[in-house]
C-alpha cells in the first residue's frame, strides 16, 4: 500500500484534519492539496527521486510531504532549525531533485541550483488528475528520509519504507485507541520521528492535528481547551517546562484523554506529578528510535506504578528484547542491548552500508541502548552507558560539538560532557584549555560565539570552562566520568 | 544598546546592529524556542521580575519585548 493511500483513503471531506494556528484545514482540502503536488512530482521526477521538504508544523508541511510519498519519490524532511550549512549538505548528501519550502524559511537554503516549490507555488498547480492515476511506490519502497540528530557528517539519513511507516503508525493507533473524535496537540516538530507518527496517526484514523502556537509551550495552556484536544505528545523537556514555567497543573482538560512521553527518560518525580495532576488522564512513557520510524515500547498507564521506570515492552507488531553481545535473551536482572524487530524497522542508512551493517544485524535492530528486564519481561533503560548526551528530546555525540570547538587555533584541548538540567534533561559542558592561558574569557567569548554560529540550540554548551588541564586516562583520553562530575560542581 | 537589546544580542549570538526592534521571532532562525526561554529567564533575572505567559508569548519581537518589559515599571 501506498502512504498516501493510508493516510487519506476514504476520509471525511468535510472533517477537519488540521486546527490550530492557520485557522482549520478539512481532509477535502488536504486530499485536494496532495493530489495536484503528487500530479506535479510525477508528471516532473522519477520513481524514487528524493525531494526535501524544509517547513514548520503547518498543512504546507503535511500536503507537501504525503503528496512527494503518493508520487513514489522519497520526502527528506529536513528541520527547520538546523544551521543553513548542515541543511545544505543534507540536501547535497541525499541526492535531492527539488525542495518544498516555506516562503519564510526559503533564506536558509541561500543560492540553490534545484527547483523550489513555496506555499505561492503549490497553490497555483493545476487542478490533479484522480489520485490514482498517478499513484507510483508501495510497501517496501522507500517513502521517507528522516535525519538523526546531531551536526554535519555525523546525522544519518534514516530510510523508511511505505509498510514502516504504515506499520507503526497502526501499532500506535491500537494500543494509544485513536479514533476520529481524537485531536492531537502537535507541539513536537513533524520532521522529528515521534513528531510526524502524531501527524501519521492522527490523519490515518480520520482526527484532528491541532498546530498550538509555537513561540513557548505555555501556550499549550490555552491552546489545548481551545482546540479541545484529546491527547499531548512530548519530550521529558516539554513537561519539564509545562511543570516548571507554566500553571499548567492548575487548569482542568475536559477533553484530555491521555499524555504521552518518549525521548529520553524522565525522572520518576515528575511522572508522578503529571499523574496526581492530571486527575483521569492516562500518561504513557514510551521509547522510541529514529530507525523504528518512531516508536518501540509503551507501557501502559495501568501500570504505571507496578512497572515504575519502565518503558514498557514491545508495541503490537514488535518484538523487543534485551540480549546480550551473542544475541542471547538476557537473565532478569542482568545488562544487555535493547534489540528490535518488526515492519516498522528502517530500510537502513542512506547510502551508508556499513553503518547499517552495525545496527541491522541477523535480522534485529540493535539500539545501542542497554537495559536490564524484570520477571514480567518488562524493560528498564540503564543510564549512558556511551557519551551521547540527551537534550530537549535530541541525541548527539559530545565528539560533535568538540570537533566545533576545537576548530578554533586558540583551544588545546577540548571535551564536551553532559550534565542534569531540570529543563532539558541534560545540557552540554565544554571543558577546554586554551594554547595560551592568557587567552581566558576572550576565547570563551568566542567559542561562545562559534557554537551560536554552527550548532543548533540545544547542541550548543551551557556553560564553558577553562582549564590548565583536563583529567585523563591512563589511555590519554579525556576521563569522561571525572568530567561528568566536575560538571555538577558550579 | 540597552538591556533588552544586550541580553538578545548574547542569546541569540548576532551582530549588535542586527539587533533592531524588528527583530523577530518568526523570521529570526536563531529565535527558536529554547532560546525564547532563555531570553525570558536572563530578562526576569536582570530585572528581578517574573514574567507572566501571556507576556512570555506576546514578546515576539525585541521592541514588543522592550513595551512589555516597560509594564513592569523596571525600565
Redesign the interface.
Known sequence: MNLADFLLGGRDAMARAIDGVGGPVTYGVIADAVARVSTMVAGRFAEGDRIAVLATNSAFFATSYIGIAGAGCVAVLLDRGAPDDVLAEQIRRVGARAVFVQEKARGKLGKIDLPVFDETACAGLPAAAAMASVRRGEDDDPAVILFTSGSTGQRKGVLLSHRNLIANTLSIIAYQELRATDRACAVLPFHYSYGLSVLNTHLAVGGTVVLPRTMFLGAVVQDLKTHRCTNLAGVPTTYAILLRKTDFLAHRYPDLRFVSQAGGRMPPEMVDELRRGLPGVDVYAMYGQTEASARLSYLPPALADAKQGSIGQGIPGVELRVVDEDGNPVRPGETGEVVAKGDNVMIGYDGDPEATARVLRGGWLWTGDSATVDEDGFIYLQARRNDVIKSAGYRFHPQEVEDIIMSDPGVAVCAVVGTDDPLRGEVPVAFLVPVDRSFGAALAGRIGALAQQRLPSYMQPARIVLRDALPMTPTGKPDRPALRALATQP | MDVIASVFQEI??LEPQEITDDLA???C??W??????EI?SALESRFGIAVE?DD??A??SVGRTREIIRTYGVL
Request: proline share 0%; hydrophobic share 40%.
Open positions: 541569540l549570538g521571532y518568526e523570521t532562525d536563531r527558536d524556542s529554547l532560546k525564547h526561554l525570558v505567559i512570555i508569548l514578546m515576539e
